[in-house]
């Protein structure tokens, strides 16, 4: 099992910086979101993987998970889907401004 999600992680994470080195737009928003989920998998990873375990303890439960990789996830999911919608906003203006939507590093656009 740890072996399947460490290498989910890592393939995630690899398509991730691939789609970020793209020259497009739409491929960097995406590739930041896959490494957002590889991030976020790793997070509840850490945790280690329990199943049919409470997060809580109570009478008579001698095993338990750790919640506290659950809130870091929870609060992680919440933060880069705002952090998508500022960054796919800011894309958007960017592509209504200069009518495509390719990454311009060296300033040939502004001849």
């Not at 280690?48 to 338990?64: E, F, M, S």
């Not at 960054?87 to 990454?103: K, N, P, Q, R, T």
Request: avoid cysteine.
């Amino acid at each position: 099992m740890e072996a399947l999600v460490a290498s989910a992680i890592g393939v995630m994470t690899a398509a991730g910086v691939y789609m970020i080195l793209r020259m497009r737009v739409f491929p960097v928003v995406v590739g930041m979101s896959m490494l957002s989920y590889a991030v976020n998998i790793f997070l509840f990873a850490s945790g280690r993987l329990a199943v049919n375990q409470p997060p809580i303890l109570r009478d008579g439960v001698t095993q338990y998970t750790d919640p506290i990789p659950q809130a870091l996830v929870l609060t992680a999911i919440v933060i880069s889907f705002g952090m998508t919608a500022v960054v796919v906003m800011l894309s958007l203006g960017a592509f209504i401004e200069a009518g495509d939507d390719h990454i311009d590093l060296d300033g040939e656009g502004d001849k």
